[in-house]
Structures are given as structure tokens and as C-alpha cells.
């Protein structure tokens, strides 16, 4: 029998080489301008991994105390706060840790864990010396609102905190407008209505300004709520309020409709999409159930990511086809779509194909001859792939005229995105903006606060941003989407084989190296819980 306890060799060694690997996640905003790092600064640049038995590893989210070691504390109001005075044990243990892999086997190492979020039993601030300040940055998504609520809100009710601002129009907002006060009273329906009350904005992210602004106007708590290229822009800032020793808690809120964020079970805004997405494909399934051979087109969003289209097209179950960036597809000949679309069409009369924004993206350039341009925050912009497959589809049936179609094209992508979100949304937004501010409270920064499986945690800034969340569709996952529509998968068995190959050799790698490899996506917990 086997020692209970002990990871084995293998394992030991590649914990062993994780924790000995400390180079620097992202270089700072000094060491990239070529200035000489402060001590502070050269510290900043490590990770903060623990480690413990039988191949456990905390990877750790930066304190204060880290660069300014003499911080007083003060007893958490929370503890005279009626309303949680009631809960049990209301204070998080200090030594409780979330995994990031729940499936695990008897011989399995623990791998990555990261901090358990929620209250402390001491804090870092008091509660007439937080200056709070509230940003939201990127594209919108349904629930900014309601964390920027819930932050205020959280922030008043409980650590009786009465200064807090927002800044106007994202990271630009910090350097070139006024700030706006926030208080519960001014905040309070701003969860019914789509959109940012603070607005929003891409590119302009300037770290000196923006920290400059944080010093001159005494911010020691800065929430900053957006996507992957606004939680890079928040680890820059953090690494610069360090170098200069502020004592300034940074904490990131992550937003994204794509659900493209990686290690966090999902994130907020995403079911609101999928639900409201059900509309758009129930009138295109409408339209051409009512018309000869028709067909109908909708286009959801997904840049990189097709998990909106993936759980779109599960839920609704009218959809013939899915098309995402992660799966690719050709129109003509044998196994194309465009005989698909015949088939189908033939046996049913009608069909409904769901397209994510980013698929097909490297067709469409090939047949417009297009060069490549970006946004502010230099994301690529995407062609429209929902018209363009239209027209392809409505040129190949012209040359048929004993098969006379009707399309319809559907774009709701911005009506989707601008919605307020739903009951479910709303709670887990609540839920976000609390543990983002008990960790402030306790004097953590330098992290993105999310549920991982289904338990809220501190998440260092690097874990995040190194990887986008995508669908791997050589999990189950889309195995059930094929199955449901019986699209074909326009991959040959040559490709599936390689592809199962790249899959199993990065969970490999993950496994042997980080420790931590689950390659399907995180998306609900559902791909992995069933
Ligand atoms: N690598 C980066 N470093 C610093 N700031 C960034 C970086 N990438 C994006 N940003 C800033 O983050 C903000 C939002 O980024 P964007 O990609 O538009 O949306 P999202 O955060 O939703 O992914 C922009 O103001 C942009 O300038
Ligand atoms: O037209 P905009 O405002 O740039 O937004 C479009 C993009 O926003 C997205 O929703 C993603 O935005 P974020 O990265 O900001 O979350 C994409 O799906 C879409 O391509
Ligand atoms: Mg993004």
C-alpha cells in the first residue's frame, strides 16, 4: 500500500521546480521603460508560491506587508455588525485555500490552490481612511452595474466606509476627467439598467498617469473591473504603486461576456448572454421555419472564444450548426458546409446556424484579400463573419434554381451585450464585489477575486492573464454540441488525432510541470462536473 501523503517522486520534483521557479510573470512598468527597479520594485517581481505536503502549492496573492512591513491592523467592524454578528463562523480561516483541480485521482499530487476570499478578522484600513475608487474598463457586459453597486454598497454598509468615487470612461477616465462620488443612494437601481453609469472605454491606459492620479488624490483602494486586457493593465499599475511603496490596495473584478478569462469557473454577464442570445435564434428559427427552405443566420459575440455560441446552441436546441474560432470550417465540397446546408435543408426544410463572430476569420481574409487592423487596446478587428457567410450561402444556392432559399441574418450582438442582467447575474455580482472588497479590507492586492470551482478566491494577476479561457473541442463538451445539431465537424481523422495529441501533451506538461492541468473548459462547472 501506498504512504498516504506523499506525492509521488515525479511529482515532488515538479513541485520542487515550481517553487525554485521564481522569474518574473511580467516585467514592471519601470523594468520596461529600462529604469532601475527599487528594492521594492526587484521584489515585486516574484511570485508567491508556498508550498506543502503531497504536492500542494499556494499561489499567493501579494499583501501590503510585503513592501511595508510596519502596517498597523484594527479589529474588523464586521464583528459588531448585527446582521453578521448572527453567522457562526463568519471570519475566513487565515490558512484556507481553494483548489484549483477538483478531479483528482488516489495518486494525484494537490496541486495549485489559491487564497480563500472573504473577511478577515483584522484589516488594513480604517474605516475613515479608505479612499475608495471604482473604474470599469472594456467592453460593456451585463452586470457592471450591479458590482459598481455592490462595491459602493458593500464598502458603506459594511466597513463603514463614506469615500468613494468613480472613475469616468475607463483607465483614461484617471488622468483626463473629474472624478464621480459614489454613495448607496446614488447607486441604488443602477442594477436595472444595462451599460456602465461610469462608462467605459479602450486603449488609453497610461500606468505613470494613472498612478500619479491614485497618489495625488490619497486613493488607497482601487477596484478595477474589466477583461484580460484590463486585468494586464491593472497588474502594471499594481507593480508601479509597489515601486513606489503606496499604500494602495489594487484589486481586479474580471468582466467578460466571452467567458474568455482562464483558471475562474465563469464569469459574470456570460449567463445573462447566453439567455438573451435564446431570443435572437428563437425569431431566426421562427423566420425560417416559415418560409421555403429557410434559413436562418444569427451572429453571437466571441472574439477568440465561442462559449456564448457553444451554450447558446445547447440551450436552445434549434440550432442546426455552430460555428466558432476554435473549430475551423470550409464551405465547398465534399464534408463542407455548404453540402451540409443541403442536406439539412432537404430532410427538414429549414435550418439555423449560430455563428461566433471570430470564427472563420482566416476565410474571410483569404477571400477579401484584408489587412490586418486593431482597436485602441490592440484587439484585432474581426470582419463580419455573419454576412459574409450569408452571401457565400446565398451565391452557392443562385446557381441552383430548382433549390430556391430564403435567408435571414440576425446580428443581436450589441442588443445582447447592452441587456441588465439577470437574477442569477445579479447575485454573483454581489458576491464578486464582497470578496473583492474583504480583500482589500485585509490589505491583500495584486489580484483578480473569482470562483473557482464554486468557491470564491484571491487569484494572482499573471495566473490570469497569461492564457485565454477557450472551448477545447476535443472535450466532451463539444462532442455534446456536434451531437445535438449533427453538424459535421469538418475536421479529418488526421487532424483529431493531432489535436488529441496537443491537448494531451499541454495536460502533460500541466500535470508534470505546473500541476495543475484540466483542460476542459471551466465554463458553469458543467464540462467538468459531467
Ligand atoms: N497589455 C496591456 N497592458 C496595459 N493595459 C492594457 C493592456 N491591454 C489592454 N489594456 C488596457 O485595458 C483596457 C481594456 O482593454 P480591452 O482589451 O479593450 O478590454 P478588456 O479588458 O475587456 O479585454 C484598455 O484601456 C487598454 O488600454
Ligand atoms: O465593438 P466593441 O465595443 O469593440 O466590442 C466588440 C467586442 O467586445 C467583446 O464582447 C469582448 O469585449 P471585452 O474583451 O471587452 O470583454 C467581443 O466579443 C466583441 O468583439
Ligand atoms: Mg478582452
Known amino acids: 500500500m501506498e504512504a498516504v501523503g506523499v506525492a509521488p517522486a515525479p511529482v515532488a520534483a515538479a513541485v520542487k521546480k515550481k517553487l525554485l521557479d521564481l522569474k518574473d510573470p ?11 527597479a527599487s528594492p521594492a520594485g526587484k521584489w515585486a517581481m516574484k511570485k508567491k508560491l508556498v508550498g506543502g505536503d503531497a504536492g500542494y502549492v499556494l499561489e499567493d496573492v501579494p499583501h501590503l506587508t510585503d513592501y511595508l512591513p510596519e502596517l498597523p491592523t484594527f479589529p474588523n467592524p464586521l464583528q459588531d455588525n448585527p446582521a453578521y454578528s448572527v453567522v457562526k463562523q463568519y471570519f475566513v480561516n487565515p490558512d484556507d485555500t481553494v483548489t484549483q483541480k477538483i478531479v483528482v485521482h488516489k495518486t494525484s499530487a494537490r496541486g495549485t490552490h489559491f487564497r480563500r476570499a472573504g473577511p478577515r478578522q483584522r484589516v488594513y484600513f480604517q474605516s475613515d481612511e479608505v479612499n475608495a475608487a471604482i473604474v470599469t474598463c472594456g467592453g460593456l457586459c451585463p452586470g457592471l452595474n450591479t458590482v459598481v453597486r455592490e462595491l459602493v454598497c458593500g464598502l458603506y454598509d459594511m466597513y463603514g466606509v463614506t469615500s468613494v468615487v468613480g472613475i469616468e470612461g475607463g483607465y483614461k477616465g484617471f488622468y483626463s476627467k473629474n472624478t464621480i462620488p459614489l454613495t448607496p443612494k446614488s447607486v441604488n437601481d443602477i442594477h436595472k439598467r444595462g451599460g456602465t453609469i461610469l462608462g467605459t472605454s479602450r486603449g488609453g491606459h497610461d500606468t505613470a498617469k494613472i498612478v500619479d492620479c491614485l497618489q495625488d488624490r ?3 483602494q482601487v477596484y478595477i473591473i474589466g477583461g484580460d486586457g484590463t486585468q494586464k493593465g491593472a497588474s502594471v499599475i499594481y507593480e508601479e504603486v509597489r515601486r513606489r511603496g503606496l499604500k ?4 481586479g473584478v474580471p468582466k467578460t461576456i466571452d467567458n474568455d478569462i482562464a483558471v475562474i469557473d465563469k464569469s459574470f454577464g456570460f449567463d445573462t448572454a447566453v439567455e438573451e442570445a435564446q431570443r435572437a435564434i428563437n425569431a431566426a428559427h421562427v423566420e425560417a421555419e416559415s418560409a421555403e427552405n429557410g434559413i436562418g443566420v444569427v451572429k453571437l459575440m466571441g472574439r477568440n472564444s465561442g462559449f456564448i455560441a457553444m451554450y447558446a446552441t445547447l440551450a436552445s436546441r434549434d440550432v442546426d450548426c455552430c460555428l466558432i474560432p476554435e473549430s475551423p470550417f470550409y464551405l465547398e465540397g465534399k464534408g463542407g458546409l455548404l453540402e451540409f446546408i443541403e442536406r439539412r435543408l432537404k430532410d427538414n426544410g429549414h435550418m439555423v446556424i449560430v455563428v461566433a463572430e471570430g470564427a472563420g476569420q482566416d476565410l474571410i481574409a483569404k477571400s477579401m484579400n484584408f489587412v490586418d487592423t486593431q482597436d485602441a487596446s490592440g484587439n484585432k478587428l474581426l470582419l463580419d463573419v455573419g454576412l459574409w457567410l450569408s452571401q457565400k450561402i446565398k451565391d452557392h444556392f443562385k446557381k441552383k434554381p430548382n433549390f430556391p432559399i430564403t435567408l435571414k441574418y440576425i446580428d443581436p450582438t450589441y442588443m445582447i451585450r447592452a441587456v441588465k442582467s439577470n ?10 464585489a464582497h470578496s473583492a472588497l474583504h480583500g482589500a479590507m485585509a490589505g ?5 477575486v473569482a470562483p473557482v470551482n464554486g468557491r470564491h478566491a484571491y487569484i494572482p494577476f499573471y495566473r490570469i492573464t497569461e492564457k485565454q479561457n477557450k472551448v477545447v473541442i476535443t472535450d466532451r463538451m463539444w462532442a455534446r454540441v456536434l451531437c445535438s445539431t449533427n453538424q459535421p465537424c469538418f475536421l479529418s481523422h488526421e487532424d483529431v488525432e493531432n489535436m488529441k495529441h496537443d491537448d494531451d501533451h499541454e495536460h502533460h506538461l500541466h500535470n508534470t510541470q505546473l500541476l495543475e492541468g484540466d483542460s476542459s473548459p471551466k465554463c458553469n462547472g458543467l464540462a467538468a462536473a459531467v
Open 26 to 36: 511580467f516585467p514592471t512598468a519601470a523594468a520596461e521603460n529600462g529604469a532601475k
Open 218 to 220: 490619497g486613493i488607497n
Open 248 to 251: 494602495c490596495s489594487v484589486v
Open 423 to 432: 437574477a442569477s447575474d445579479n447575485v454573483y455580482c454581489t458576491l464578486l
Open 444 to 448: 491583500y492586492t495584486g489580484f483578480t
